[in-house]
């Protein structure tokens, strides 16, 4: 009999090791689809969250940092029509029209680009919804949907073989087509009003930005959900280091005394005392005179031990990684970094982030020029054939969509390798300045301007942005130009 056992656990036996028993026994993991996990959870996971970010600084502080470095001062647009005129009034056009894109008239397109972001990774997802409008320079105006609007709850299968999923309507070839929506935010109970009205939007008037994680996933979740339980549990654990600490250092001395009635500086009137206490207080300069046998002795100052620091720092690294960024952008805690520790952690960083950026510019921005100009065409604010934009708006809707550079982290070793890069020909001026978040074309039409007009006042400058002088020997003209 027992050769038989053995022969059965033999065969038994797992080939991976997270399927073995003993301490595995009790690790029951879900086969649940992507969707059905997400649509069952979404909601607790959202409030929760959002509940951090209320009362956890550093998760706050954390959204704000991920926003300012995705969105920073804007995204540039940069039109790609073979009509140079045609893309200088299609660019002036949108400048104008951004500062004044949002239906509340409360953001401007940059601003709005951030409350995305920062939406997206507190909550999973936010929508935004083309409005179309009588007035502005285009009629068309920008409204940003909070994900709690987006009906969850509408699960079920259609007459003409869709699928509804938390919402979301796709056809059977895997399409978006249409979102639901409550009229009203569900949980604003403000002003009364009929919280349950819903509204199908199609998918046409919707951008939806949110990051997939898993194939087939239609709703987002917060960028934090593996570290909310671990964020929650550290806040409790701060606080009650501070209350420890406060509880000590409002009870600051204890007397002692042989006498069980403890008539230390006793006062009738005290209404704070209880019943049978004496309560003395001390100020500057006070002397107390203690009865025989009694004695005071002070409570020593309550300290955190010197665990508390590195115990508090593992978790914010492993809550910072959750949200996609270094422990030092996390916390703010520059005391321990030197340049190529915040190097390194920078590019990891920025590479995440450019990802992000992306897909922003591909789940919303992109499809915001592209409505921008198809409104602008139709309406007449700018002059185009229509015949010719309905045959192929792909040709009008051409764009370079470049965000802002990161900023240096040692300017001078950063712009002197860039400058050698371009000597070298590993690069080209255009691509260094499109890393920076600039327009080439653009930046050598402002050099031409200040050029001229410093060559027309007859003003002189310690740098020249003319070229070099041609020389026999191309080291001496690169030496030159260093000296300068």
């Given at each position: 009999?027992?050769?038989?056992?053995?022969?059965?656990?033999?065969?038994?036996?797992?080939?991976?090791?997270?399927?073995?028993?003993?301490?595995?026994?009790?690790?029951?993991a879900s086969s649940n689809g992507p969707n059905t996990t997400i649509v069952y959870s979404l909601s607790e996971l959202r409030s929760?969250?959002?509940?951090?970010?209320?009362?956890?600084?550093?998760?706050?502080?954390?959204?704000?940092?991920?926003?300012?470095?995705?969105?920073?001062?804007?995204?540039?647009?940069?039109?790609?029509?073979?009509?140079?005129?045609?893309?200088?009034r299609i660019i002036q056009l949108w400048d104008e029209w951004q500062n004044d894109c949002d239906i509340s008239g409360t953001n401007n397109l940059q601003s709005l680009l951030a409350l995305a972001v920062r939406e997206r990774f507190e909550a999973g997802e936010v929508f935004?919804?083309?409005?179309?409008?009588?007035?502005?320079?285009?009629?068309?105006?920008?409204?940003?949907?909070?994900?709690?609007?987006c009906k969850l709850d509408e699960c079920h299968a259609n007459a003409d073989g869709s699928q509804t999923i938390g919402g979301v309507t796709i056809d059977a070839k895997g399409r978006v087509t249409k979102y639901m929506f409550y009229k009203q935010h569900p949980g604003e109970s403000v002003v009364a009003g009929n919280y349950l009205e819903t509204v199908e939007i199609p998918a046409s008037e919707i951008c939806h930005y949110f990051k997939q994680l898993w194939v087939g996933q239609v709703h987002g979740v917060p960028e934090a959900f593996a570290a909310l339980l671990k964020a929650r549990e550290m806040l409790e654990y701060d606080e009650a280091e501070l209350n420890k600490k406060k509880i000590a250092a409002m009870m600051m001395a204890f007397v002692t005394t042989p006498s069980p009635d403890g008539a230390l500086n006793s006062d009738q009137d005290d209404m704070d005392a209880d019943p049978g206490e004496a309560v003395a207080q001390i100020t500057t300069g006070t002397i107390t005179t203690l009865a025989p046998g009694e004695d005071i002795k002070f409570n020593p100052p309550a300290e955190s031990g010197s665990s508390y620091e590195p115990f508090m720092q593992q978790n914010l690294r492993a809550i910072a990684n959750a949200v996609q960024l270094t422990y030092e952008e996390f916390s703010n805690d520059m005391s321990k970094a030197n340049f190529s520790s915040i190097r390194a952690g920078l590019n990891i960083t920025q590479r995440k982030h450019r990802q992000e950026q992306n897909r922003l510019i591909h789940q919303m921005l992109r499809r915001i020029w592209q409505e921008f100009v198809k409104c602008a065409i139709i309406s007449g604010a700018i002059e185009a054939d229509l015949r010719l934009y309905n045959e192929d708006p792909a040709y009008y809707h051409r764009a370079r969509f470049q965000p802002a550079g990161w900023p240096y982290v040692n300017p001078q070793q950063e712009v002197a390798a860039q400058k050698e890069k371009v000597l070298c020909g590993f690069a080209s001026r255009s691509q260094i300045v499109a890393e920076n978040g600039f327009d080439a074309g653009?930046?050598?039409?402002?050099?031409?301007?200040?050029?001229?007009?410093?060559?027309?006042?007859?003003?002189?400058?310690?740098?020249?942005?003319?070229?070099?002088?041609?020389?026999?020997n191309p080291n001496q003209a690169i030496d030159g130009n260093q000296e300068n």
């Open positions: 009999m027992k050769l038989i056992r053995k022969i059965k656990r033999y065969f038994n036996d797992p080939t991976f090791s997270a399927n073995g028993r003993g301490r595995m026994r009790r690790w029951v929760k969250s959002r509940d951090l970010t209320r009362n956890f600084a550093y998760m706050n502080g954390a959204y704000e940092t991920v926003s300012s470095n995705i969105v920073g001062p804007g995204i540039n647009v940069l039109p790609r029509h073979d009509d140079c005129a045609f893309c200088d935004l919804r083309f409005i179309p409008v009588d007035d502005g320079v285009v009629p068309l105006k920008l409204q940003l949907i909070e994900a709690e609007q653009e930046i050598d039409a402002q050099i031409a301007l200040d050029n001229a007009r410093a060559a027309k006042l007859g003003l002189k400058f310690t740098t020249d942005t003319q070229a070099a002088p041609a020389n026999s």
